[in-house]
């Protein structure tokens, strides 16, 4: 079982940055992790994604080139450095977590935190 709970989202505003904390509990050895993002009246959308070992990167096209996933296996914790932030982005942030590889589908992912609200003002 994993828990996972996020952290700093918040109001900034279009150009400004963000970044996002994803702590976990729980037995997290070998969980890819991924980030979701849900914006008013809009389906959950894959944001990126991390294999335990640092590698497997994914990016959504929309975030490529302005958000970092990273994570550190030590401290239990991942993370999602969001730059150049526009008003689009406003979102509820979900990391997840799930055995194997990193992967872009939401259905396949095991467990979820409760969200995280991100809101870009222009």
């Known amino acids: 079982q994993v828990q996972l709970v996020e952290s700093g989202g918040g109001l900034v505003q279009a150009g400004g940055s963000l970044r996002l904390s994803c702590a976990a509990s729980?037995?997290?050895?070998?969980?890819?992790m991924g980030w979701f993002r849900q914006g008013p009246g809009k389906e959950r959308e894959f944001v990126a994604a991390?294999?335990?070992?640092?590698?497997?990167?994914l990016y959504a096209d929309s975030v490529k080139g302005r958000f970092v996933i990273s994570r550190d296996n030590a401290k239990n914790t991942g993370y999602l450095q969001m730059n150049s932030l526009k008003p689009e982005d406003t979102a509820v942030y979900y990391c997840?977590?799930?055995?194997?590889?990193?992967?872009?589908?939401?259905?396949?992912?095991?467990?979820w935190g409760q969200g995280t609200q991100v809101t870009v003002s222009s």
């Open positions: 997840a977590a799930r055995r194997g590889t990193s992967a872009s589908i939401t259905r396949s992912y095991d467990y």
């Open positions: 729980g037995s997290f050895s070998g969980y890819a």
């Open positions: 991390i294999n335990w070992s640092g590698v497997g990167i």
